[in-house]
T-cell receptor, first 112, second 111 residues
């Protein structure tokens, strides 16, 4: 069965700092990759997705992610975070079928 | 455009009680899902459906049941509530080309 690992459970950083969240998955076939964000008290919202093509994917709110097939990774980045980026971030993989497998999430706290 | 609507938003149950979490979508999506979210564990798939009349188990189906009589609705049933079912429950829908659309969640406490 496929699995998704997010390396950092908690990240604390100051405004304007750069953010990178790691995501690795275990599945040898074709995958679709997603990053979702959950703001406090809200439901999950799609940040960006990778289906095929350019492995560098740009999403909403200045986020981007890079798919590195050889490393089974899909890391999320943002060059300069804002206080409003405080949220929990989930990496997810869709392999066979149409089911998403989620990582455990990374809680990001941005200090003003 | 309502998207995915879940009711109720909050519920407290006593051990052994039963309840149904409602989920409805208005996007004509074939696929629907129920996840539970526990701290540090991400989201775990409980049940899913690929179309009306078709349901299947996910990772953590024990203690739950679902039905899918229409494309729009996908209720989740808890028959004998247990404290281990205290969680936040999210319903989602999708077609095959886009990501999921999630509902706003139901926070359930079993005491």
């Amino acid at each position: 069965a496929q699995s998704v690992s997010q390396h950092n459970h908690h990240v604390i950083l100051s405004e304007a700092a750069s953010l990178e969240l790691g995501c690795n998955y275990s599945y040898g076939g074709t995958v679709n990759l997603f990053w979702y964000v959950q703001y406090p008290g809200q439901h999950l919202q799609l940040l960006l997705k990778y289906f095929s093509g350019d492995p560098l994917v740009k999403g909403i709110k200045g986020f981007e992610a890079e798919f590195i097939k050889s490393k089974f990774s899909f890391n999320l980045r943002k060059p300069s975070v804002q206080w409003s980026d405080t949220a929990e971030y989930f990496c997810a993989v869709k392999a066979a079928g149409n089911k998403l497998t989620f990582g455990g999430g990374t809680r990001v706290l941005v200090k003003p | 455009n309502a998207g995915v609507t879940q009711t109720p938003k909050f519920r407290i149950l006593k051990i052994g009680q039963s309840m149904t979490l409602q989920c409805a979508q208005d996007m004509n999506h074939n696929y629907m899902y129920w996840y539970r979210q526990d701290p540090g564990m991400g989201l775990k798939l409980i049940y899913y459906s690929v179309g009306a009349g078709i349901t299947d188990k996910g990772e953590v189906p024990n203690g739950y049941n679902v039905s899918r009589s229409t494309t729009e609705d996908f209720p989740l049933r808890l028959e004998l509530a247990a404290p281990s079912q205290t969680s936040v429950y999210f319903c989602a829908s999708s077609d095959q080309t886009l990501g999921y659309t999630f509902g706003s969640g139901t926070r359930l406490t079993v005491v």
